[in-house]
């Protein structure tokens, strides 16, 4: 039987599990910003809790929130969101944050992660909630700014004072969620499937893919500039269709021979090989490999970034933005 999912839109969800709450948000980054400055604009009083040497400290600042470290930060608040990367969360949550909870406070994450591969050890006495917008900090914070919201994902793990749910809907709600829809899951789901089609679609197989076919081009001897278009940018055109139709809806508007060329030739690129690494990629989701591997491989965020660069790609990007590009903004 297909599992049925449990959606929220504001009109089902009280607000009434945040008034008077002290929300602290932890990190401003990608999720902490949009997160705090929307829960803001709604009425809800937030402060920031970042480690003294943070370099996003001036931009709290600017911003015009309270910024304090995170150990008084937590004590001094009901609402806690921890919104650091994933990877340092098992060391900041037990350093930082656990031994300073309030009884009875809630803790949300934004990712199911940290706490389904047993990064971090739930404290006795709280909440712990997921609240995870599905998509990036930016989109979240555009969206709310435009009366419009992002899809969320809410699970409970621990349930401490019997208010997790409404606890967590409500700040879903505050973060213009509800206008979109709040679909409750678990900590594991979310971790899987957000990790999945990370992996296999977005940030995984869409781009390879790209580089791949950028890279023929190139081999057949067509100019960089042009394959970095056809391949990468052309993407944005084609994925704005399927969200606003569907992949259906998208063929129903591009040309006969995109239709045809796309429908048979796309399998061929998706064939056997392809289907079976989705299926060994889920595998190591779902039994943890992949959650272990990273640990032990992540060599920090700007040296990953070095050895995974594509400079022929950015050399192509670079004469796209110098020559095609000015000319647009002129
Ligand atoms: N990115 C997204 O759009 C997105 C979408 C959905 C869910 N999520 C989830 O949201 C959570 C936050 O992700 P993010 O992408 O927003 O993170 P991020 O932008 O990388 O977070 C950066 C913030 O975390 C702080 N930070 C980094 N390392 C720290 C440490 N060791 N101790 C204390 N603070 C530290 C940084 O402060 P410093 O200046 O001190 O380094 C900065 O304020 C994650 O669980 C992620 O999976 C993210």
Redesign the pocket.
């Known amino acids: 039987m297909t599992p049925s999912l449990r959606v929220y839109h504001d009109d089902d969800i009280s607000p009434a599990a945040l008034e008077g709450a002290e929300v602290t948000v ?7 910003r949009a997160q705090a400055l929307n829960l803001r604009d709604g009425g809800v009083g937030v402060r920031v809790g ?2 003294a ?4 400290r001036h931009l709290a600042s600017q911003d015009g929130f309270a910024v304090v470290e ?1 150990t008084a930060a937590v004590a001094g608040a009901s609402f806690v969101a ?5 990877e ?2 098992r ?2 949550f037990s350093g930082e944050v656990a031994p300073n909870l309030r009884p009875g406070a809630v803790v949300i ?3 199911g ?2 706490v389904h591969f047993g990064d971090v050890a739930l404290p006795e006495g709280v909440d712990v909630v997921l609240v ?2 599905m ?3 930016r989109i979240l914070r555009e969206y709310y700014v435009e009366g419009r919201g992002l899809n969320a994902k809410v699970a409970v793990a621990q349930d401490a004072t019997g208010r997790g749910w409404p606890r967590a809907l409500a700040y879903a709600r505050a973060l213009g969620c509800g206008r979109a829809g709040v679909i409750a899951t678990t900590f594991a789901d979310e971790a899987r499937l957000d990790l999945f089609s990370e992996q296999a679609v977005l940030c995984g197989g869409v781009p390879a893919l790209a580089e791949a076919a950028f890279e023929t081009l190139v081999a057949a001897g067509y100019p960089p500039a042009l394959a970095y278009i056809e391949c990468v940018r052309e993407i944005k055109y084609i994925a704005d269709l399927m969200f606003e139709y569907g992949v259906d809806g998208m063929r129903r508007r591009i040309s006969s021979t995109a239709l045809y060329g796309g429908a048979t030739r796309g399998p061929r690129v998706v064939g056997p090989e392809a289907e079976k690494a989705l299926k060994e990629i889920l595998e190591a989701i779902e039994d943890g490999s992949f959650a272990a591997e990273m640990k032990k491989r992540w060599p920090g965020r700007e040296e990953f970034l070095k050895a995974v660069r594509n400079d022929g790609l950015e050399a192509a990007r670079e004469e796209f933005e110098k020559t095609v590009r000015r000319a647009e903004s002129e």
């Open positions: 932890l990190g401003y980054g990608s999720q902490g970042l480690r040497e943070s370099a996003s995170p921890v919104l650091v990367p994933d340092v969360q060391e900041f994450f934004a990712h992660g940290p995870a917008p998509g990036p900090g």
